[in-house]
C-alpha cells in the first residue's frame, strides 16, 4: 500500500464517511464505538465477512450492528487500525497477549506472527542477559494466556550451552561466571518447564558440580542432562550422584569422561557412557544401580572395555531389571562367556526390545547360546551380533531360532564367516519365519541360498548382500525370485559380482516388479549391455525411489539413453552413477532434475 492510500484509509479511519458498520466494543463502563466499512473489513478479514452478514449482525436505521464484548477498545483500536492502513503499533501500551487472542480469534494472522517474534524476542533478551529464572517465568506466562502456541515448546523445554565455557568471558559478560551458575541453579529450582539441558564441554569445575547437584534435589521437570567433559571430580560427581538418589525425574544423564565409579554409582538414571573406559569394575558397580532402578529405558555402553566380567553382572541385572527396552554393548570384549551370561538373561527378561552386541567376540559358542534363548524370548525385536566370528555353528544355530522366534524383527549377522550350509539353513527359516523385516548378511559368502527364500518369504522388506559372492548365476536366482516376491522394498547387492548376465536379469526384472524402492548394484562389472537394459527397465518401473549404478564400467554408449530414461521415468529420486565414463548428459538431468 503507497503512502497516498496509506493516508486516505487513515482519514476514512479518523472521519467516518459512507461507513455502514457500527462495532460496540468491550463492557460497560468502558464501552466504544467504532464507525467501519463493511467492504474493508469484510476483504480483510473472514471473521468479519461471516460476522456482519445478515445471518449474524443486525441491522438498525440501515447501519449494521455488532457487538464485540470480549475484545477491550485499546485492543480493537490497534486490529482496526491494522485492517486499515496495515501497520501494526502498540509503544507497550496494551497488553501483547490481549492482542494476539483477539487478532488470533479475527484471524488476522499477520499480527498473530508479529508478536509471536516480539514474544520470542523478549524471552532471547533475558535469555542472553543470564536472566534465566526471568527466561522461564517469561514462558510460563506466555503458556498461560495462549496455550495453544506450539512454536516456543523446543526453546522452552530444551537450553543447549554445549562448549560455552563458563568462564569464558569473551562469549557473554552474562555466560556462566560464578554468578551465571547461580542464576542457572535458581531458575532449576523454580522450573517447571525445562526439560533437555545440555552443559557439555564446559569447565564448570567441582562446584559447579555441587550447584548443578543442588539444583537436582529440588527440580522435578528435568528429563535429560549433559554434563559430559566438565572437570567435575569425584566431589562433583559424588554431589550429583546424591542428588540422583533424590530425584524422581532424570531419565537421560551424560558425564562422559568422568570418573568411573561415581558415574556408576549415580547410575540409577543414565542413558549414555559410551568412550568411558568403565572396565569391569564399572560395569559391576553399575549393574547393582540397575537392579534397583525403575525409570532407565535406554543405556549405551559402546566400547567401555567391560570385558567378560562386566558383561555377566549386566547380565544378572538384566534378569532384575523391568524397565530397560535398549541397551548397547558394542565393542566390549565381551568373550563366549559375557555371551553365555547375557543369553541366560533372556530368558528371564521381559522389556528388553533392543539389544547390540556388535564386535564382542562372542565366537560359535556364544552364538549359540544366544540363538537358544531367542527360542524362547517374547520381547526381543531387534539384535545386532555383527563381526562375533559365529561362523558354522553360531550361524546354524540362529537359523534354527528364527524357525522358533516370533518377535524379532531387526537382525543384523555382518560379518560372521557364514557360507553357503549356513545361507541354506537361513533360507529355510525365512520360508518359515514370519515376523523378521530386516536381514543384513553382508560380508559372508552365502551365496545363492539365501535367494530362493524370497520365493516364499512374505515379510522381509530389507535384504543386505553387500560384498557376499552371489555371481552371475545367484543374480539370476534372485531376479526369477523378486518376480514372486510381493513384500521386499530393500535390496543391497553391492560388490557381489554379477556380471553382465546377472545385471541384465535383474534389469529385465525391474520391469516387472512393483515394491522395490531401493536398489544397490554398485561394484559389479555390469558393463555397457546391461546399462542399455536398465534404461529400458527405468522406462517401464514405476516404485523405484534410489538406484545405485556406481563402479560399473557403463560407458558412455548408453550414457544417452539412460538419460532419456530418467525423464521418462517420475519417481526416481536419486541416482548414483559416478565412475562410469558417463558424464555430460546423465550429470546434467540428475543436477537438474533429480
Excluded at 89 to 105: K, Q, T
Amino acid at each position: 500500500m503507497n503512502n497516498e492510500s496509506i493516508q486516505k484509509f487513515s482519514n476514512l479511519l479518523e472521519n467516518p464517511k459512507d461507513f455502514d458498520v457500527k462495532i460496540k466494543v468491550g463492557e460497560s463502563p468502558n464501552i466504544k464505538e467504532f464507525k467501519v466499512h463493511y467492504k474493508i473489513l469484510s476483504a480483510k478479514s473472514d471473521y468479519f465477512k461471516a460476522a456482519l452478514s445478515p445471518r449474524w449482525a443486525r441491522r438498525e436505521n440501515g447501519f449494521i450492528i455488532f457487538d464485540k464484548p470480549n475484545i477491550s477498545p485499546p485492543v480493537f483500536e490497534i486490529l482496526i487500525n491494522y485492517i486499515y492502513i496495515g501497520t501494526f503499533s502498540n509503544n507497550n501500551e496494551v497488553s501483547l497477549f490481549d492482542i494476539f487472542i483477539a487478532a488470533d480469534e479475527i484471524g488476522l494472522f499477520e499480527i498473530s506472527q508479529q508478536i509471536k517474534k516480539l514474544l520470542r524476542n523478549e524471552a532471547l533478551g533475558y535469555f542472553s542477559q543470564g536472566k534465566f529464572l526471568k527466561t522461564l517465568e517469561f514462558y510460563e506466562e506466555i503458556f498461560k494466556n495462549i496455550p495453544h502456541i506450539d512454536e516456543f515448546q523446543e526453546s522452552v523445554s530444551n537450553w543447549d550451552f554445549s562448549n560455552y565455557n563458563c568462564k569464558r568471558e569473551e562469549i557473554n559478560d552474562n555466560f556462566f561466571k560464578k554468578s551465571g551458575i547461580k542464576a542457572l541453579v535458581d531458575a532449576l529450582c523454580k522450573n517447571s518447564t525445562l526439560k533437555d539441558l545440555n552443559l557439555g564441554w564446559n569447565n564448570l569445575g567441582t562446584e559447579g558440580g555441587k550447584s548443578i547437584a543442588y539444583a537436582l534435589c529440588k527440580n522435578s521437570t528435568l528429563t535429560s542432562l549433559n554434563l559430559e567433559s566438565n572437570a567435575l571430580c569425584s566431589k562433583g560427581g559424588k554431589a550429583l550422584a546424591d542428588a540422583l538418589y533424590k530425584n524422581s525425574t532424570l531419565i537421560s544423564l551424560n558425564l562422559g569422561s568422568e570418573e568411573e565409579k561415581v558415574i556408576a554409582d549415580a547410575l540409577s538414571l543414565k542413558d549414555n557412557l559410551q568412550y568411558n573406559n568403565l572396565g569391569s569394575r564399572g560395569g559391576k558397580a553399575l549393574a547393582d544401580a540397575l537392579c534397583k532402578n525403575s525409570t532407565l529405558k535406554y543405556l549405551n555402553l559402546a566400547r567401555n572395555k567391560l570385558g567378560s566380567k562386566g558383561g555377566s553382572s549386566l547380565a544378572y541385572a538384566l534378569c532384575n531389571n523391568s524397565t530397560l527396552t535398549s541397551l548397547n554393548l558394542e565393542s566390549n570384549s565381551l568373550g563366549s562367556e559375557g555371551g553365555k551370561d547375557l543369553a541366560d538373561a533372556l530368558y528371564m527378561n521381559s522389556t528388553l526390545i533392543s539389544l547390540n552386541l556388535k564386535d564382542n567376540n562372542l565366537g560359535s559358542e556364544g552364538g549359540k547360546v544366544l540363538a537358544d534363548a531367542l527360542c524362547k524370548n517374547s520381547t526381543l525385536k531387534n539384535l545386532n551380533l555383527q563381526y562375533n566370528h559365529l561362523g558354522s555353528k553360531g550361524g546354524k544355530a540362529l537359523a534354527y531360532a528364527l524357525c522358533k522366534n516370533s518377535k524379532l524383527k531387526v537382525l543384523n549377522l555382518q560379518d560372521n564367516n557364514l557360507y553357503s550350509e549356513e545361507g541354506r539353513a537361513l533360507a529355510k527359516a525365512l520360508c518359515k519365519n514370519a515376523t523378521l523385516k530386516d536381514l543384513n548378511l553382508s560380508h559372508n559368502s552365502v551365496e545363492t541360498t539365501l535367494a530362493y527364500a524370497l520365493y516364499k518369504n512374505s515379510m522381509l522388506a530389507s535384504l543386505n548382500l553387500e560384498s557376499s559372492y552371489i555371481g552371475s548365476r545367484g543374480g539370476k536366482v534372485l531376479a526369477s525370485a523378486l518376480c514372486k516376491n510381493s513384500t521386499l522394498t530393500s535390496l543391497n547387492l553391492c560388490n557381489t559380482i554379477l556380471g553382465s548376465e546377472g545385471g541384465k536379469a535383474l534389469a529385465d526384472e525391474l520391469c516387472k516388479n512393483s515394491t522395490l524402492t531401493s536398489l544397490n548394484l554398485d561394484s559389479n562389472s555390469l558393463g555397457s549391455e546391461v546399462g542399455n537394459a536398465l534404461a529400458y527397465a527405468l522406462c517401464k518401473n514405476s516404485t523405484l525411489l534410489y538406484l545405485n549404478l556406481r563402479h560399473n564400467n557403463l560407458l558412455s554408449e548408453g550414457e544417452k539413453e539412460l538419460t532419456d530414461a530418467l525423464y521418462k521415468n517420475s519417481t526416481l529420486k536419486k541416482l548414483v552413477y559416478y565412475n562410469n565414463n558417463v558424464v555430460n548428459y546423465i550429470k546434467l538431468y540428475v543436477n537438474i532434475f533429480l
